[in-house]
Every structure is written in C-alpha cells, then in structure tokens.
C-alpha cells in the first residue's frame, strides 16, 4: 500500500492534484505555513482515522474535499472526505472507489457513499491483516480487539515534533492507551500471531466458554442430587399432610421416596357434593317464625297469671271484707222470712232503716262478687295450663330446628374443607410433579459428566498446541532481527554509540544501547542529530523486516523535515525556504547529503521500491535531489493551497 496522489477540492469546485513517485524518494520542499507538514493529516484522514487534525488556517477555510489515491499491488483506492462542516472536529462520513486505474473524480462527482469503519476494513484486508485479537491477560481489565491498518499509523508518520524526539520513538505514543496498543499489534503485524494461532485461539475461546457452561450445568445437577433426598422428604411429608399419600415409615429409603411421590401423579381430587344453602336458609326462616311464636305465648302466659294474681288479690280482699261483715250473722233473724232483723227494732219490725239497708246491701254485694270470682278460678287455671302447653311445643320444636341448622351448616363446613384439601392437594401434587421432572436422572447426570470431560480434554489440547507456538521466542527473535538493523543503520549515520548494539525494546517502546557496563535508552542519549539517526534507523528497520518477509504493514513512510537537526537553529531552518543558497550557507551539507543519500539508497538497495515522502525545507543541487522533487519548491505561490480559492464565506 503506497501513495498514489492526494487531492483537494475548493468550495466552488476547483481541484488542486499531488502526484508521487509510488517508488522511490519523494521530496516536497520550500518555506514554512505552505501546507507541507498537513499532507500526513490528510493521508491520516482519509486512512479511515475520523479525527480531523488538519490545522487551522487556509487549508480547513478554502478546502472543501481531501482525496488519496492508494495503490496496492493490483488495484488502487481512493478515499475523499469532507471537511468536517460548521468548523467540527472529527468526520465519520467518506467516498470509496475502486479499480485498477482510477480516475480523479471531479468536484461534482465527490458524493458520501460509505464510513470509516467501512475504510479500515477494506484497508486491513487489501493490505492482509490476518484474522486476530490481541492477547490480554486475565488479569488485565482492558479488553481485546482486532488489529487494523489504524494500528499501522504509528510506523507511517516522523512529524516534526516526532522526528528528533528522544522521548518518543513512535507517532502518538505519547497518547493515553496507545502505548499498550502498539505492544499488543505489533507482534500481530509482525506475524508472530499468525492465523493459525487466531483460529486456534478461537476455538479455545469456544471450548472454554462451552466447558464454563459445562460446568455449571454439571455443578448444578451435583446440587441436585445432594438435596434431593430432603426435597423428596419434604414433599412426602406435604403430601401426607394433605391426604394424597397415606401414613408411611419414616425410615424408608431415597428410592422408596421417590416411588412413592411418583404415585402422587396419578392422585384424582374428592368429588365434593353441591352445598345446600337453601335449605339452610329455609330452617333460618322457620326458627325464626316459632321463635316469634315462642315469644307471642309467652307474653299470653304473662298476661293471664298477671290477671290471676290480680283476681287472687280481690278474692282475699273481698274474703276480709266479708269477715268484718260477718258480725251481722249475730243479729236474729227471722225465721219465717229468712231475713235479718234489726236487734234495736220491735220484733217483727221491718229493717228499713237507712243503715240497715247500707251494711245489708253490702253484704249482699259482696257475696255475690265472691261467687263469681271463685267461679272465674277453674277457668283460668285450665286456660294457662293449655298455654304452658302450646309453650312447651314450641320450644321442643325451636330446639329441633336448631339441631337441624346446626347439622345442614356443619354439613356445609364439610364439604368447603373438602374443597380446600383438594385445593391443597393439587399445589403439593403441582411441586411434586415439578420436582420430579427436574430431578436429574442418571443417565442425564452421566451425560453431563462424559460431555464436561471431552470439553475439559479439548480445553487442554488447544492450550497445549497454542503453548507450543513459543510466541515470545518468536518474539524476541524478529525484534533481534530488527534490532540487528537498527545498529546497521545507526552507524550508517555515524551516530553516538554506533559502536555498541542497539536494541529495539517493545515494553518500554525506545532505542536502548547495551553498553558493557550497562545499557542506555535513547532517553538518556544527547544531541538532535543523533535523536534523528535512532528514530530513522529504528523505522528503516522495521519496514525492512515488513517488506522482506511480506508482512502487513504499508510500503511508504512520511518524514516531516528531518534536515532541521543539521540547521543552527530552528529559525535559520525554517529561513532556507527550499532554496539552495541559504541551505549551502547554513545547513551541514554533509550531513543533510548524508542523509538523503541513506534515503534514496534505502529505496533502491535495501527495500527496492519502498515509498518515502520527506517534506522540508532545505534543498540541494544534488541532482538525485532534484529527481526526488514532487514539485518545484513551495515559495506561495505555489504552495498545497492555491491562494486564489476562496474561503467558504466568499462562495
């Protein structure tokens, strides 16, 4: 995967095209605020990162599209995203094309058809990415991913902050997280996790999910079983409280429990008869009426013994009256008229006194009043004696009646009991019936026992064959390899401690010189120049190692001004302009010779047809020098902006 072109559009249409040698040096050079150093922003953009990092200025004002042209071995892509629209940050949106020799879309052509994600997906896989996911540790919280082209970014791009730093080896390494992420893709990239070793540690993914899930299974029917024996006693326990299994021996076996809650199945509930709720409510009726009846003769009774005693009162006052009167039986009489006489009168005399006449009629009153009462007497004796009777009845009959409600209700009671038990009973027989289904059988207990020792042996056997794949040897093997290149390079360039072997460390992610007295990290290390030589010498290698042994990682790498280290001073540098006069004057020709010499024999010697694109501001009259220029240099005009495009506002 190389550079083929980069193209950017103007609001109103315009195009402006950068073609690159896809083999070989490639030199954009001039003076400062052209554009140089957004170039690897723009191949970054349309490489599928969303991230929109082009600086602001000219460039986000007048470009309305970005494109790339990448060329891979039988076709080319291209990429063209907006800028992020109302001054974003970031753009998810893109266009994709396809074909083996492309055309450049006009700016009316340009139309979103897919996203990012979509980008690095087809990026990873033209570029042959295997299959993979980064090995993580169980102990470690972060989680796995798959390594894509994005994860190829850090060994594409030497920005100038980067170039000659010698704190940081790798472009944003010095970002959260992205130093684990490098440790965890290279090995990836560099093919010591091959595809193999993915789909074998897929499968192990697999089998270790399939067996955790074995095992609770295996785990749970263990359980079962263990507590069986007291469900199974309990519930026989139930069922025999509610009548659906009869009086057993406590004593009995696991087996004996189970035949017996087995029979439970089969339990029919008790045919319960209608209730008669009529007929209790005809007897409440009845008792009620001769229980009214009961209180009507009663009240009768009360009335005639009330008058009985009142006559009885009369009868004694009467009596008493006629005792006082009886004084009167002491005057004579005559015996011829039966009449009482007068003892004060003249024999023979009439009683026609006045007080003769009083007491006599009393007398005669009173006697008379006597006769009947004592006459009434009989009467009203026979008349309470019949109403005691009829009393008598109804009480007999009151006491009849209640027995008969008393009955029909406990009749009642029975059968709601009868209806409650079978309610019972069906709930005890319902936990049964699902205690049983559930209730592991043997040949279910051994199934799951035979099936967690295959998965278990699988389980071994890949964790076996992933163990002899000795990645960390491989490991250490490609990184020796590497470094081995590194210390060849290093002294191509001459640098401080090119004497001693230099080491490329994945875990602290540097340069490290082993000294025989101890090692030094390209940290503890001095100089720009020298800085420079370590970061180039440690890329140069690793792309080596891609290109000879076919590993995904793109053919091209882009150098942001690398000469500066060699200029007196920033200022003096970014002063050369792309000018031959004022680098001859200020710059050290023979290193700024020297390293592009290194460079444009790295392409044709040591990696024939790699891609490199440097941006600068120096230029030499070296006439390899000039064949490597992408354009004359940029002086505004010309510059990667035209400055007649307009701004978004002036469309």
């Given at each position: 995967m190389k550079i083929r072109s980069i193209h950017?559009?103007?609001?109103?249409?315009?195009?402006?095209?950068?073609?690159?040698?896809?083999?070989?040096l490639n030199v954009i050079t001039g003076r400062s605020s052209t554009g140089k150093s957004?170039?690897?922003?723009?191949?970054?953009?349309?490489?599928?990162?969303?991230?929109?990092?082009?600086?602001?200025?000219?460039i986000r004002d007048k470009?309305?599209?970005?494109?790339?042209?990448?060329?891979?071995?039988?076709?080319?892509?291209?990429?063209?995203?907006?800028?992020?629209?109302?001054?974003?940050?970031?753009?998810?949106?893109?266009?994709?094309?396809?074909?083996?020799?492309l055309q450049i879309p006009e700016f009316k052509d340009l139309v979103v058809n897919t996203d990012d994600d979509s980008i690095v997906e087809l990026l990873s896989r033209l570029l042959g990415i295997p299959e993979n996911r980064t090995e993580v540790a169980l102990e470690q919280s972060r989680a796995s991913y798959n390594a894509n082209v994005k994860h190829t970014f850090f060994y594409l791009f030497q920005k100038q902050g980067l170039v000659a730093n010698k704190d940081q080896l790798f472009y944003r390494q010095n970002e959260q997280h992205l130093p684990q992420a490098i440790r965890d893709t290279l090995p990836i990239l560099l093919g010591v996790s091959s595809h193999d070793r993915f789909e074998l540690e897929a499968n192990l993914r697999i089998a270790q999910r399939d067996l955790r899930i074995s095992n609770k299974k295996l785990e749970q029917a263990l359980d079962a079983v263990d507590?069986?024996?007291?469900?199974?006693?309990?519930?026989?326990?139930?069922?025999?409280?509610?009548?659906?299994?009869?009086?057993?021996?406590?004593?009995?076996?696991?087996?004996?429990?189970?035949?017996?809650?087995?029979?439970?199945?089969?339990?029919?509930?008790?045919?319960?008869?209608?209730?008669?709720?009529?007929?209790?409510?005809?007897?409440?009726?009845?008792?009620?009426?001769?229980?009214?009846?009961?209180?009507?003769?009663?009240?009768?009774?009360?009335?005639?013994?009330?008058?009985?005693?009142?006559?009885?009162?009369?009868?004694?006052?009467?009596?008493?009256?006629?005792?006082?009167?009886?004084?009167?039986?002491?005057?004579?009489?005559?015996?011829?008229?039966?009449?009482?006489?007068?003892?004060?009168?003249?024999?023979?005399?009439?009683?026609?006194?006045?007080?003769?006449?009083?007491?006599?009629?009393?007398?005669?009153?009173?006697?008379?009043?006597?006769?009947?009462?004592?006459?009434?007497?009989?009467?009203?004796?026979?008349?309470?004696?019949?109403?005691?009777?009829?009393?008598?009845?109804?009480?007999?009959?009151?006491?009849?009646?209640?027995?008969?409600?008393?009955?029909?209700?406990?009749?009642n009671e029975v059968i709601a009991q009868m209806g409650s038990r079978n309610n019972a009973a069906a709930r005890v027989v319902g936990r049964i019936s699902l205690f049983l289904e559930t209730l592991p059988q043997n040949?279910?207990?051994?199934?799951?026992?035979?099936?967690?020792?295959?998965?278990?042996?699988?389980?071994?056997?890949?964790?076996?064959?992933?163990?002899?794949?000795?990645?960390?040897?491989?490991?250490?093997?490609?990184?020796?390899?590497?470094?081995?290149?590194?210390?060849?390079?290093?002294?191509?360039?001459?640098?401080?401690?090119?004497?001693?072997?230099?080491?490329?460390?994945?875990?602290?992610?540097?340069?490290?010189?082993?000294?025989?007295?101890?090692?030094?990290?390209?940290?503890?290390?001095?100089?720009?120049?020298?800085?420079?030589a370590y970061h180039l010498s440690a890329l140069l290698a690793l792309h080596l190692f891609a290109a000879q042994n076919n590993r995904p990682i793109p053919r091209f790498l882009l150098i942001d001004q690398p000469t500066q280290v060699y200029f007196p001073s920033e200022k003096v540098y970014k002063e050369a302009d792309g000018s031959f006069q004022k680098t001859e004057a200020d710059a050290d020709l023979n290193s700024v010779r020297r390293l592009f010499d290194l460079l444009l024999k790295y392409t044709q010697d040591d990696v024939p047809g790699f891609q490199l694109i440097v941006t600068e501001h120096a230029n030499l009259r070296d006439q390899r020098f000039q064949d490597a220029l992408v354009e004359e240099p940029w002086t505004k005009p010309p510059a990667l902006v035209p400055e007649e495009w307009p701004s978004l506002d002036g469309v």
């Open positions: 950017i559009y103007s609001h109103d249409g315009q195009r402006r095209d950068l073609q690159f040698k896809v083999k070989g957004a170039l690897s922003e723009i191949i970054e953009y349309c490489m599928g990162r969303s991230t929109f990092n082009v600086p602001e200025g000219i470009v309305a599209w970005f494109a790339v042209i990448y060329q891979f071995e039988k076709e080319q892509v291209l990429v063209a995203k907006p800028t992020p629209p109302r001054g974003g940050a970031s753009c998810r949106t893109a266009m994709l094309r396809r074909g083996s020799e507590t069986s024996h007291e469900q199974a006693i309990s519930l026989y326990s139930e069922a025999t409280a509610v009548g659906v299994i009869g009086s057993a021996d406590e004593n009995q076996n696991a087996d004996a429990v189970i035949e017996g809650l087995s029979s439970v199945l089969s339990w029919q509930p008790e045919k319960v008869p209608d209730d008669d709720a009529s007929r209790i409510s005809l007897l409440e009726e009845e008792l009620a009426q001769l229980r009214q009846d009961r209180r009507d003769t009663q009240a009768r009774i009360d009335s005639a013994r009330q008058f009985a005693k009142r006559a009885g009162g009369y009868e004694n006052e009467a009596t008493e009256q006629i005792d006082r009167l009886t004084s009167i039986k002491s005057l004579p009489k005559n015996p011829d008229s039966g009449e009482w006489q007068w003892p004060f009168s003249e024999r023979n005399l009439a009683l026609d006194s006045p007080l003769a006449a009083v007491l006599l009629n009393e007398l005669e009153s009173l006697d008379k009043e006597l006769r009947v009462a004592t006459g009434q007497r009989p009467k009203l004796e026979a008349y309470l004696a019949e109403l005691t009777a009829q009393a008598d009845g109804i009480a007999a009959e009151v006491r009849q009646k209640e027995t008969e409600l008393s009955a029909a209700i406990a009749a040949e279910e207990l051994a199934r799951l026992k035979s099936e967690n020792r295959r998965l278990i042996k699988r389980v071994t056997q890949l964790e076996e064959e992933i163990g002899t794949d000795d990645s960390d040897e491989r490991l250490a093997s490609i990184l020796n390899n590497i470094s081995a290149q590194v210390t060849r390079f290093i002294r191509k360039f001459e640098a401080e401690f090119q004497d001693f072997p230099a080491r490329l460390n994945l875990s602290q992610l540097t340069i490290i010189f082993d000294r025989p007295e101890r090692p030094v990290p390209m940290s503890r290390t001095g100089g720009g120049e020298n800085h420079l």
